[in-house]
């Protein structure tokens, strides 16, 4: 087990390494210290994997890194933080516990028979908007995986009709932050193993994990289904996100963008000549009409 748990942690630090050098998510300061990041920590597997592995990467970086830690205590019924303050306490690095009553919040605010993910979301994502500031951070990480990006994705075509899924890392409305996603190439199956070799103590959700039928379900059971018929489905489909050909889509405004593109950026190739194989010779005429 202990030699799986290597191998798993050696896949996934590796993994995270490259997309955290190809999209440049951790970087020098502007101001010459140390930059801040504040990372989710919401007591799951992801996050605690993402702490695990940012806090390998970063004493290696030629530059100096501050990683905050950051849970958010949603006062949910039967919530003990106990176990995880140990662990963040065990860390021996910066941490912080927020607590706010979404939990009453999203209940109110959602319809009957509505989901709670999108209200939940936004009230989670405005309260450590506001502890980063406070913090000083100037980027938030966040523990979403290649499962989340690729599930995502088929939400957004299936349901609201348009090709989005999640970036490694975008700047906030008001330009305050860089919201970075280190996981984004790793895959959930090796996420979870890692977690349960290295014992998190994980945090049951009784907010959008209570519920069932969910659309995001649905999006997993298809992956998991077409995986069964082709294994590799799910690295294919995410190098299809950064395979994108805008000439064969069909939004007029991404494809002026595409037309008026650096010239360094896939350059126009010369078409290559072509040997003459076959005559196209009629067999038949059509009649004339007079």
């Known amino acids: 087990?202990?030699?799986?748990?290597?191998?798993?942690?050696?896949?996934?630090?590796r993994t995270l390494k490259t997309t955290c050098e190809r999209w440049e998510l951790l970087r020098p300061s502007a101001s010459g210290g140390a930059e801040r990041v504040m990372v989710a920590i919401s007591g799951g597997k992801d996050s605690y994997t993402l702490l695990t592995l940012l806090d390998k990467l970063v004493p290696r970086l030629p530059f100096a890194v501050e990683l905050v830690a950051v849970h958010l205590d949603q006062a949910q019924p039967g919530y003990d933080g106990a176990p995880l303050e140990a662990w963040l306490a065990q860390r021996g690095r910066p941490y912080e516990i927020l607590r706010e009553d979404t939990y009453s919040e999203v209940l109110s605010r959602t319809a009957p028979g509505g989901t709670y993910c999108t209200v939940c979301s936004r009230l989670r994502r405005g309260i450590l908007y506001s502890?980063?500031?406070?913090?000083?951070?100037?980027?938030?990480?966040?523990?979403?995986?290649?499962?989340?990006?690729?599930?995502?994705?088929?939400?957004?075509?299936?349901?609201?009709?348009?090709?989005?899924?999640?970036?490694?890392?975008?700047?906030?409305?008001?330009?305050?932050?860089?919201?970075?996603?280190?996981?984004?190439?790793?895959?959930?199956?090796?996420?979870?193993?890692?977690?349960?070799?290295?014992?998190?103590?994980?945090?049951?959700?009784?907010?959008?994990?209570?519920?069932?039928?969910?659309?995001?379900?649905?999006?997993?059971?298809?992956?998991?289904?077409?995986?069964a018929q082709h294994p590799d489905v799910r690295s294919v489909m995410m190098r299809a996100l950064g395979n994108v050909r805008p000439t064969h889509l069909l939004d007029p405004e991404v494809l002026e963008a595409w037309s008026a593109r650096p010239a360094h950026v896939r350059p126009e190739r010369a078409p290559e000549p072509r040997e003459a194989r076959y005559e196209a010779r009629s067999v038949r005429k059509l009649p004339v009409v007079e």
């Open 131 to 227: 502890a980063a500031e406070r913090l000083g951070c100037s980027a938030i990480a966040l523990g979403h995986h290649r499962d989340d990006a690729l599930e995502t994705f088929l939400m957004n075509l299936f349901f609201a009709g348009k090709l989005q899924a999640m970036p490694a890392s975008y700047v906030t409305d008001d330009g305050r932050f860089r919201v970075i996603r280190p996981l984004i190439d790793c895959d959930e199956a090796r996420i979870a193993e890692y977690a349960a070799l290295e014992q998190f103590p994980i945090l049951p959700c009784n907010l959008c994990g209570s519920q069932e039928g969910l659309q995001r379900e649905r999006m997993s059971a298809l992956l998991a289904q077409l995986e």
């Open 1 to 13: 087990m202990e030699e799986r748990r290597r191998v798993l942690e050696k896949h996934l630090y």
